[in-house]
């Protein structure tokens, strides 16, 4: 699911089976996105995401960021906070680890680089000067390692900053009161 951008807590989404383009703001796409999974868990007899799982991310950032439910929901909520660029520039060197062949690790790094953190770049994140310098001279012979140290240091700014307002967060308690409310629903409807 393509999660656009939005400045304005809206986002221009695509559906496949409209052929339109909507505008949708963050909550009601993540409230679609779990209807759609409850129609497509109960077509595939498949729980979908459930309150324990909603429960895990509360206890593993490593969770949240593992599970695609929780990628997506946690990818949301930072739009909403306008910074998203964390996540993209994280998921971004998780991908660049499953490279295969040097020519696709020079340009990967390289896109990595012009997105995330050449200075003025249009996803710049938050680095120091001396990590920033490190990758721009490690860039010259890219390595797998080349954003090691920044993607740690994102990792950890998601963690200790914006994962514990994720938890806090409305959008969090909702997805938890939405799960809550299927699986009641469900239950009932295996006791009839």
Known sequence: MDLGQFRDHKTSVFYPGCKQIIHKSWKPRIQLRLKSQAKTATQKKSKGITAADLDLWTKSFD?????????????????????????????????????????????????????????GSPKQINLDFHTRDCITKNLQDAAMSCFV????????????????????????????????????????????
């Not at 990818?75 to 520039?89: D, P």
């Not at 900053?161 to 938890?176: G, M």
Request: positive net charge; hydrophobic residues 35%.
């Open 149 to 192: 140290v920044a993607q740690g240091k994102i990792y950890n700014l998601m963690k200790n900053n914006a994962y514990p307002r994720f938890i806090q967060s409305d959008v969090y308690k909702e997805l938890h009161a939405m799960a809550s409310t299927r699986a009641k629903r469900n239950h009932r409807r295996v006791l009839h």
């Open 63 to 119: 969770y949240l960021l593992s599970d695609p439910n929780g990628q997506m929901a946690f990818t949301s909520f930072l739009k909403s906070e306008f910074c998203e660029e964390n996540i993209e520039f994280w998921l971004a060197c998780e991908e660049l680890k499953c490279t295969k062949t040097k020519e696709t690790l020079s340009f990967t790094a390289t896109d990595i680089y012009e997105k995330f953190i050449r200075i």
